[in-house]
T-cell receptor, first 115, second 114 residues
Framework: AQSVTQLDSQVPVFEEAPVELRCNYS??????LFWYVQYPNQGLQLLLK??????LVKGINGFEAEFNKSQTSFHLRKPSVHISDTAEYFC?????????????FGTGTRLTIIP | SAVISQKPSRDICQRGTSLTIQCQVD?????MFWYRQQPGQSLTLIAT?????????ESGFVIDKFPISRPNLTFSTLTVSNMSPEDSSIYLC???????????FGPGTRLTVT
């Protein structure tokens, strides 16, 4: 079984400042890692994913995340945030073997951009 | 990628009634999933629906309460039966191809039970 911990429930950040949203996972098997964003009253949109290869993955809207196996972390970063980045961000994990694709989500981090 | 639509987008229902939510994908997909997002909470998986087989339910969810159909590779329904106010949530469906291990989500159905 897998689990995901998002350490910060809310993160306020000034516009154009950098941000890091933290995510730690636990699993007894190899995993794939994802970050999703949910804008108000909308469904989830995939920001980026780590399946294998380079531990630094780049996603949409200028976001990137780094997979750290030794620390079991997958933190999301953006060097300069914009008002439009205000949303809920969810880290998720799935097993890497076929038939184990169901996603386990963290509790989410609400990112608020302060003008 | 896949584009997913859900109907209805929202509904207000009376206690004790049932609501069926439809999920349509614009391409054939192997796996479809149903999630519940209670107010201010994260997403919890209800069940996994593969075409041609019975849905697989997660702990705490039962078929009598949340019957699911998956008649073909582009469509699925979730019924919330004998509703109570505790069922007030957003219900989201998602679809995955398996190969990319990437899931695409519908916009959700916002259900309020009075």
């Amino acid at each position: 079984a897998q689990s995901v911990t998002q350490l910060d429930s809310q993160v306020p950040v000034f516009e154009e400042a950098p941000v890091e949203l933290r995510c730690n996972y636990s699993s007894s098997v190899s995993v794939y890692l994802f970050w999703y964003v949910q804008y108000p009253n909308q469904g989830l949109q995939l920001l980026l994913k780590y399946l294998s290869g380079s531990t630094l993955v780049k996603g949409i809207n200028g976001f990137e995340a780094e997979f750290n196996k030794s620390q079991t972390s997958f933190h999301l970063r953006k060097p300069s945030v914009h008002i439009s980045d205000t949303a809920e961000y969810f880290c998720a994990v799935s097993g890497s073997n076929f038939g184990n694709e169901k996603l386990t989500f963290g509790t989410g981090t609400r990112l608020t951009i302060i003008p | 990628s896949a584009v997913i639509s859900q109907k209805p987008s929202r509904d207000i229902c009376q206690r004790g009634t049932s609501l069926t939510i439809q999920c349509q994908v614009d391409s054939q997909v192997t796996m479809m999933f149903w999630y519940r997002q209670q107010p201010g909470q994260s997403l919890t998986l209800i069940a996994t629906a593969n075409q041609g087989s019975e849905a697989t339910y997660e702990s705490g969810f039962v078929i009598d309460k949340f019957p699911i159909s998956r008649p073909n590779l582009t469509f699925s329904t979730l019924t919330v039966s004998n509703m109570s106010p505790e069922d007030s949530s957003i219900y989201l469906c998602s679809a995955g191809q398996g190969v990319s291990y990437e899931q695409y989500f519908g916009p959700g159905t916002r259900l309020t039970v009075t």
